[in-house]
């Protein structure tokens, strides 16, 4: 959707290598999530924020760390990635926390 | 903790026929939204219901929040090849708690 962008949109890595996946949106919405989507498990959240610097933790944060230091930008880290770690990765904003969600067009991430 | 459930799990028509899809949450919810998202695709917001009993509608999509605000259901009527992909619905237990989720309905429509 206009508005929410991520990025890379594809990447391969190696195990142990950081990987930083980037959501930018410049719809100004506060809220800003962060979702593995993986067959069998659907959509699980990692991480989520709900305004710059303020952040805290879905239900799949292990081995993941995030950080908003604006608005418009919310960052995934994986520290040293694994090949559990493969997975469509799903950016979603809110206007407001219990309003639909605006997902990114996703990054398919792969750990070799 | 709370879980979101569906079914079925996948669901093959033919085209013309309904489709209906069932969400069940083990908590009451303070709202339920309806995603779908096309094969290789993202999701995308369909709708939101807030109140007991509350029934929209979108065209040939009819979306149902129960009574007791702990089951949802999306019925398609005459199912069309556009309807392929897969319906999520997800379930908040107050407007401050995250949304959770349900594993989704895969629909298949045969020409």
């Known amino acids: 959707d206009a508005g929410i962008t991520q990025s890379p949109r594809h990447k391969v890595t190696e195990t142990g290598t950081p990987v930083t996946l980037r959501c930018h949106q410049t719809?100004?919405?506060?809220?800003m999530y962060w979702y593995r989507q993986d067959p069998g498990h659907g959509l699980r959240l990692i991480h989520y924020?709900?305004?710059?610097?303020?952040?805290d933790k879905g239900e799949v944060s292990d081995g993941y760390s995030v950080s908003r230091s604006k608005t418009e930008d919310f960052l995934l880290t994986l520290e040293s990635a694994t090949s559990s770690q493969t997975s469509v990765y799903f950016c979603?904003?809110?206007?407001?926390?219990?309003?639909?969600?605006?997902f990114g067009s996703g990054t398919r991430l792969t750990v070799v | 903790g709370q879980q979101v459930m569906q079914i079925p799990q996948y669901q093959h028509v033919q085209e013309g026929e309904d489709f209906t899809t069932y969400c069940n949450s083990s908590?009451?919810?303070?709202?339920i939204q309806w995603y779908k998202q096309r094969p290789g695709g993202h999701p995308v917001f369909l709708i939101q219901?807030?109140?007991?009993?509350e029934v929209k509608k979108q065209k040939r999509l009819t979306f149902q929040f129960g009574e007791a605000k702990k089951n949802s259901s999306l019925h398609i009527t005459a199912t069309q090849t556009t309807d392929v992909g897969t319906y999520f619905c997800?379930?908040?237990?107050?407007?401050?708690?995250?949304?959770?989720f349900g594993p989704g309905t895969s629909l298949s429509v045969i020409p």
């Open positions: 979603a904003i809110s206007r407001q926390g219990s309003y639909g969600y605006t």
């Open positions: 719809e100004n919405h506060r809220y």
């Open positions: 924020s709900y305004g710059v610097k303020d952040t």
């Open positions: 908590t009451t919810l303070s709202n």
């Open positions: 219901l807030v109140k007991s009993g």
């Open positions: 997800a379930g908040q237990a107050t407007s401050y708690d995250k949304v959770i």
